[in-house]
Every structure is written in C-alpha cells, then in structure tokens.
C-alpha cells in the first residue's frame, strides 16, 4: 500500500510539472516560437507587423496559417516600383516607402473567398505583356518605365482555333481600319499621249459651181465664226444674171398664156421653174429665191451663204477675184465636238476596246479633265513608234480643246470580264509563299485566313480563294496584329514547355 501510494503521487507531481511547463511557455514573452531566419528577423524589426501569436479563443487553422507566413524565407528586396534597384537588408527609396520584400517560395494560395472575387471568365494567368504591345514580358507583376502596369494573359484569352483577341483599347491604340470585301470592276489604268484633231464629219469647204468675180468679201479672216446661212461675199457671175432672167421671161410667158392650151401654160411653167431649180443648185440663198418668186427683180450680184456654223480655219477668197467652178473659198469646222487621236503602244492595245471610258488632261489647261469615250481603233500599228492610234471623242462646248493641242489620255481597261471578290492591297499579308488576311469575326476578334489571290489593279487584290463578299478585313495595322499573334504563339509555346 505504501508503495502504490508512492507511485500515485510520483505521477501526479510529474503532470504538475508538465503542466507548468506548457503554462509558462504560452505566457513567457521571451519564449521562442519558431526558428526564424535571420533576413525575416531583421525585416520583422524594420517596421513590419509581427506575426499574431495564437490565444486561447483563436482558431487552429489561423494560427497554422500564421506560422507559415512567418516561415517564409526573404532572399532581397527590391524598389517599390519594380525598378532594377535591390538590396540586401531592408531599406526605404527617394520618397521614403520600404521597399518589397521577395521570398524564396510561392506566396501561398489565397482564400477561397478570395478566388471567387477574380473577374468572370479569366483563367489562370500565363504571363504579363508590355502595355504598350512591345515584345517584353515579365512572369510577375511589373510596370513600364512610364509607370504603367504590364497586361496580364489569361489561359482563357485564346476563342480557341486560329482566332486571336485583342482588347478594344488596344484596338483603338493599333488604329486598326477593316473593310468588307466586294464584288468590283477592276481595271488597269493605260496612259497615252494624244492630239486635239478637227473632227472629220464636221469638215466643210465651200467652193463655187459657177465661173464669177467676188465683189465684196464679208468673211475676210481665218479663225473668224460664222453662222448656218450668214453670207460669205458677195458674186457677180453672168450666168447667175442669165438665170434670173430667163425665170422673169418664163413667168411672164405662163401669165400671156392664161387663155392658151394647158400644154402651152405647163410649158411656160416648167421653163420658170427650171430657172428657179438652177439657182437652187447654184447655192443661192433660198431667201434671195423667193425674192424673184415674189415679184423681185433680176439682180447684179447674189450672196454665197455658209453651209453650217463653225470657224474659219483656212480662207482662200479675195475680195475681187475671178473663180472657176470647184475653187476653194473656205475650209470651215464645226469645234462643238473635237477628236483626241492617241498614240496607244501595241502591248496594251488587247486592253482597249470601242466604249471605254478616257479622261484627257492638257497642259495648256491646268486643273481641267475632259471625259470622253473611245470611237474608234485605227487598224494599223506604226513601225516607228510601235503605237496604234485609238479615236477618243470630247465635247467641247466652251471652246477650250484647240486643233492641235497636246495632252495626256487615260484609260480604264477592264482586267476581268466582270464584277470579282476583291479587297485593298493594304489588306494582304504576302510572305511570298502564301498570302492572308486577317478576317475580323467580332470585336477585338481576328482569324487570319490564307488566301489565293487573282489580279491586282486600281489599288485592290483579286480574292480567288478563302474569303466571301461581304466578310470584314483589317486593312490598317494588320502588320502590327500579326506580329503580337505570332509573339504570343511563342510566347505560349515557351509556358507550355
């Protein structure tokens, strides 16, 4: 019995002692609690709180959790704005704020609560890019040199396939353009060089067709306008006055015979009529006619009329010159409508065609364009020059165009026999083994898609292949979105490895 006695109490003042121990371990400030390296030592001295010691109505879990932040070895410091300034031991910048702190492990996950409060639909962050789409990443948070935060990349950022995304702001910031692409004429411009000619239908020369004298000459110089019907000079011709004449007697003859047989009357009639006919043929002014037809006298002289309204562009007449039959007196022109004959080179003659469109510039007439269209293509070639000459007609109503004026024709000529599916130029990327484009699908949204090209002309592309009418094509900055796609396909091939 004393021996049990003994080894109860033995036991008790061995749980006493233990339970002192532990009592006094929890109370003691000076007790350690863990073994805390020398770089945390000296931060957790530099103004840093210290770690919560676990009280009695604390929960396990954030005890736990507070040691292992406490854990936590430090391996520097770095400036508080990510600049390329470390130290050792902890220390303040220029403006007096302490800088970072950087741990050898992972900072540890956040709460749940936390990971709920990440926006909808972003996955786990890859990397972060330049703010500014320069080809500069950084594995951890960082700011440029003008203090502006990297751009994190999510896993969810990829639409999957081909399809590249990029934000509205860089959107805005690339100045990307897009166009949709539709069916167009193409055409290939032909340069040639022309001259302003008389055109050939509206080409008058008036000549006599009777022997005379000119006694007065009424158009007496080159380059004058005249008017349809305006009188030209003024002719003595004896045949002129024995016309009139034997239409006086045959009239008067037709008058005596009133009483007469209708033979004799129809004869006297077709005698005066004749007269009349031959100065008709004559080109004796209808007016002056009907002068003798009324009663008029014979006269002297008659007026030779101008045949249509134009300018005088050669004047052989003298007043008081004897002419012959079929003389020339003038050459006259109709300018209301003028040639362009241009010299087109042979090479490029498949390309025109009767109707094409042709602008004309001059210049003799600075900041003036005069559209016309082709008439006509001469037959031949010149050996010489290896052109062609293609007929361009121009209305000329104010009198610009010249007979004789140089100028410079333009042509249109169709490359396709019809309307093609057709984008800028500026929208192909060509690496010269393939061509693309970059198809917008949505906002900040681009597929590049390889194309099979046709034709090229007035700025545009033929699309033989890979896209349809209708569909968006980025036109500006699409150089600078294929080179962040192929900048991310890298950059996503080097995490994934």
Known sequence: MKRAGALVAGVAVVA?????????????P?????????????HAGHGAAPAPQPTGGHDAAAHVAAQVQQERAILYYQHPEGKADYSPVPKKDEKGRDYTPVYADPEPQPAPVQQAAKPKGQGKILYYRNPMGLPDTSPVPKKDNMGMDYIPVYEGDDEGGNTLKISLDKVQKLGVKTEAAVLRTLTRPIRA???VQVDERQLHVVSPKFEGYIERLNVNQTGQPVRRGQSLMEIYSPDLVLAQQEYLVAIQSARSLENASPEAQQAARSLAEGALARLKNWDIPAGQIERLRNGGQATRTLSLASPVS?????????????????EMFYQIADLSNVWVIAEVFEQDLAQVDVGQKAEVSFNALPGMSFTGKVTFVYPTVTPETRTAKVRIELPNHEGHLRPALYGTVHLAAPVASGPVVAVPDSAVLDTGARQAVLVERGEGLY??????????ADGFVEVLEGIKEGERVVVRANFLIDAESNLKAALQGFHNH
């Open 447 to 456: 597929e590049p898609r390889e194309i099979k090209t046709g034709t090229r």
């Open 310 to 326: 134009g300018v005088v562009l050669e004047k052989r007449a003298i007043q008081g010159m004897r002419f012959m039959p079929g």
């Open 16 to 28: 006493a002692l233990g339970a002192g121990y532990w009592a006094g371990r929890q109370s003691s």
């Open 193 to 195: 060089v022309g001259t």
């Open 30 to 42: 000076t007790a350690p609690t863990v073994n805390t390296p020398p770089a945390a030592e000296a």
